[in-house]
């Protein structure tokens, strides 16, 4: 096994199976050089992303690492003869902020720098497949969470600023009237999902998350009942996320898969107090 990351926003001392580690950049390799990275390789596994909310970024940095990064990978792949490669893609390719649940059937119509380079990871699979004979399979996840999440520099999901906040025995902040909602899904549950469409036969593209909208209000008292806090909540001002409801549909995925959601919200959030409290971030 092997493993490429430059550690902008990871952490290889997370990292607990064998592996054979290259501290590279996606945007800086070319494919002559992840052709001799994926030699022999079943199967490639294209997590790596820039995402433009982070304070390291920029849209150049996006359009660098996301598209032309990966179009250089998916080249390299051809050329190592890798049978197939899963793409993680995302709920921003879709563009849409609910309230109806995001299907794979929608018209991707992305309306950020970072979903227009998801789509375009989509499309040049199909590219791969014409020129070369690779099997794909894409996944395009909600909001993952779970222990051993990283942040450092850049976007924090609200599960963990206000865990963070709650275990200094502070408020935690929810913007606006909270009734924004998203779709959380378990970090174990989305890689079963992966290693799922990993397997020979299967292509196209799935959504991966649990189904299920869950209001920042939900989430909060959830999350203070987990800690065991009674510190009030405090009101932040809307952003632009108020009114907001982005959710996915995952009847594909069941179907296709027999996947689904095995954790649920506060069994999962347990699992990330616990790493939070018993075993802080290094």
């Known amino acids: 096994m092997v493993g490429i990351d430059n550690e902008?926003?990871?952490d290889w001392g997370r990292v607990d199976v064998p592996?054979?580690?290259v501290d590279a950049d996606?945007?800086?390799v070319d494919a002559d050089g992840f052709r001799d990275l994926c030699r022999g390789a079943d199967v490639v596994f294209h997590l790596a992303a820039e995402k433009y909310n982070s304070s390291k970024s920029t849209p150049q940095r996006v359009i660098d690492a996301n598209i032309t990064g990966t179009h250089r990978l998916y080249e390299g792949a051809a050329r190592a003869r890798v049978?197939?490669?899963?793409?993680?893609?995302?709920?921003?390719a879709y563009g849409g902020l609910?309230?109806?649940a995001m299907s794979e059937e929608d018209i991707p119509t992305p309306t950020t720098m970072y979903g227009v380079s998801k789509v375009a990871g989509e499309d040049m699979l199909r590219v791969a497949q014409r020129d070369h004979g690779i099997e794909w399979a894409v996944a395009r996840l909600f909001f993952v969470y779970g222990p051993r999440q990283y942040a450092d520099g850049g976007y924090k999901s609200v599960i963990l600023t206000n865990f963070e906040r709650i275990a200094r025995g502070e408020a935690p902040v929810v913007f606006g009237d909270g009734e924004q909602a998203l779709d959380y899904v378990f970090v174990d549950d989305v890689v079963h999902g992966l290693l799922g469409m990993a397997r020979p036969g299967f292509t196209g593209i799935v959504n991966l998350g649990s189904g299920r909208a869950v209001s920042v209000n939900e989430l909060t008292a959830l999350m203070m009942d987990v800690a065991g806090s009674d510190v009030a909540?405090?009101?932040?001002?809307?952003?632009?996320?108020a009114g907001t409801r982005r959710v996915g549909d995952v009847a594909l995925a069941k179907r296709r898969l027999n996947w689904s959601a095995g954790t649920d919200m506060r069994s999962g959030l347990e699992r990330v107090w616990k790493w939070m409290t018993e075993a802080p971030p290094a």
């Open 19 to 21: 592996c054979t580690r």
């Open 8 to 10: 902008r926003s990871g």
């Open 233 to 241: 909540p405090v009101t932040g001002p809307a952003d632009w996320t």
């Open 98 to 100: 609910g309230p109806d």
């Open 83 to 92: 049978p197939k490669i899963v793409f993680t893609s995302s709920l921003y």
């Open 26 to 28: 996606i945007a800086a």
